[in-house]
């Protein structure tokens, strides 16, 4: 069964530097989600995306977040000049048409040093 | 107060037992999800419905609309079941996403 993959699957990285989350959904799917979820904490949306611009973004998601799909594959979440309160689990999601269900990747975990 | 509710916050069960979920919301919506987040942190799908009731295996998903409530059954429930279960209200057609909190699972032998 296709999968939504996302790498890598933990990151560390120091506060104050820029990191790139990357995500591959399924490939026929159009519609690509990213979620965190702070440890202890419930899942948080972040954006929702959609014929190649942002359809829906939380409060969280400010100027500090950016999404983009550079090829036709890949989905990524670039996090800039990141703080201690970036830590968290980041998940991927994508889905097809029409009321189907999300599918989601198996997270990344993002440290901040 | 949250836009998604979820009761009870954790449920312990014994192997057999018949287990229910409850989760409310206050958001008009388009579709309910139902998942499944696993120890290790996966999220799997169980159910996305907008209308009546799903089933797949041991699992029945209800939605009451005008009630705005779903109930997630868990039939003979089995230690494998255990695990947090998310209740997630999708808002509008590009999918604004609401969680709740999540129901922490746990079916003892």
């Known amino acids: 069964e296709p999968e939504v993959t996302q790498t890598p699957s933990h990151q560390v990285t120091q506060m104050g530097q820029e990191v790139i989350l990357r995500c591959v959904p399924i490939?026929?799917?159009?519609?690509f989600y990213w979620y965190r979820q702070i440890l202890g904490q419930k899942v948080e949306f972040l954006v929702s995306?959609?014929?190649?611009?942002?359809?829906?973004k939380s409060e969280i998601f400010d100027d500090q977040f950016s999404v983009e799909r550079p090829d036709g594959s890949n989905f990524t979440l670039k996090i800039r000049s990141t703080k201690l309160e970036d830590s968290a689990m980041y998940f991927c999601?994508?889905?097809?048409?029409?009321?189907?269900?999300?599918?989601f990747g198996d997270g990344t975990r993002l440290s901040i040093l | 107060k949250n836009e998604v509710e979820q009761s009870p916050q954790n449920l312990t069960a014994q192997e057999g037992e018949f287990i229910t979920i409850n989760c409310s919301y206050s958001?008009?919506?388009?579709?309910l999800h139902w998942l499944q987040q696993h120890p290790g942190g996966g999220i799997v799908s169980l159910f996305m419905?907008?209308?009546g009731k799903k089933k797949h295996g041991r699992l029945i998903a209800t939605i009451n609309i005008q009630e705005k409530h779903s109930s997630l059954h868990i039939t003979a429930s089995h230690p494998r079941d255990s695990a947090v279960y998310i209740c997630?209200?999708?808002?509008?057609?590009?999918?604004?996403?609401?969680f709740g909190p999540g129901t922490s699972l746990s079916v003892i032998p």
């Open positions: 490939s026929n799917h159009l519609y």
């Open positions: 995306f959609y014929n190649n611009e942002i359809s829906e």
């Open positions: 999601a994508s889905r097809g048409q029409a009321v189907q269900p999300q599918h």
């Open positions: 997630a209200a999708i808002k509008t057609s590009y999918d604004k996403v609401i």
């Open positions: 419905l907008s209308s």
């Open positions: 958001v008009g919506i388009s579709a």
